[in-house]
């Protein structure tokens, strides 16, 4: 079946200016995660979504960054005045919920490469 | 922070077993040992993971040694695509990020 996907693939833009990444996981999956990945640095944790809510935030650098999940499936990362330092890759995965709470394999998408100029 | 230690760089001839190493000294008794592979501009890709018991699947096998305290990432007969950089990971079940460090760079060479 398909995988998770993200759009844009690129998005290049201005220091200071607003952009939104979209995520669409794996139909049925209840779990939602975002990442982002420096340039040589593995992938670092940044929310979780379980359902429409944000289960754990705690990865989000600051408050320029805000997720939403609103009908539980298709999230998107806003990141308000971007900073040069925000240039990297935003990953999204998704996984299923299984039986007991307990979380299952996160299948990840290709990414989304954000430049901040 | 990640729990684990990986060396930074691998070669393998291509056809032959490239086996590659973790330590997780610290792991815990619910902590499960993941494998993620992360080919060149793609995200990172699911391989297997394990408890305690050796596990295989149609990509790999993971030999955990009998303390946990390490475990080998085996893919049986490199592949130019198995070129990737790889990711040991430690992850307690009930919870739900995955805390990646720097990885593996496999190189297969023909």
Redesign the interface.
């Given at each position: 079946g398909a995988g998770?996907s993200q759009t844009p693939s690129n998005k290049v833009t201005e220091k200071g200016k607003y952009v939104e990444l979209r995520c669409d996981p794996i139909s049925g999956h209840t779990?939602l995660?975002w990442?982002r990945q420096s340039l040589?640095?593995?992938?670092?944790?940044l929310i979780?979504f379980?359902g429409t809510g944000a289960?754990?935030d705690s990865?989000l650098p600051n408050d320029r960054f805000f997720a939403v999940r609103p009908e539980g499936s298709v999230s998107t990362l806003k990141i308000q005045r971007t900073e040069r330092g925000d240039s990297a890759v935003y990953?999204c995965?998704s996984s299923r919920q299984k039986a007991g709470?307990?979380?299952d394999?996160?299948?990840?998408?290709?990414?989304t490469r954000l430049t901040v100029l | 922070d990640a729990k684990t230690t990986q060396p930074p760089s691998m070669d393998c001839a291509e056809g032959r077993a490239a086996n590659l190493p973790c330590n997780h000294s610290t792991i815990s008794g619910n902590e499960y040992v993941y494998w993620y592979r992360q080919i060149h501009s793609q995200g990172p890709q699911y391989i297997i993971h394990g408890l305690k018991n050796n596990e295989t699947n149609e990509m790999a096998s993971l030999i955990i040694t009998e303390d946990r305290k390490s475990s080998t990432l085996i893919l049986p007969h490199a592949t130019l695509r198995d070129t990737a950089v790889y990711y040991c990971i430690v992850r307690v079940l009930y919870t739900d990020k995955l805390i990646f460090g720097t990885g593996t760079r496999l190189q297969v060479f023909p």
């Open positions: 998770v779990a995660y990442y040589g640095q593995g992938p670092e944790f979780y379980q289960a754990d990865g990953l995965a709470g307990l979380a394999t996160q299948y990840f998408g290709p990414g | -």
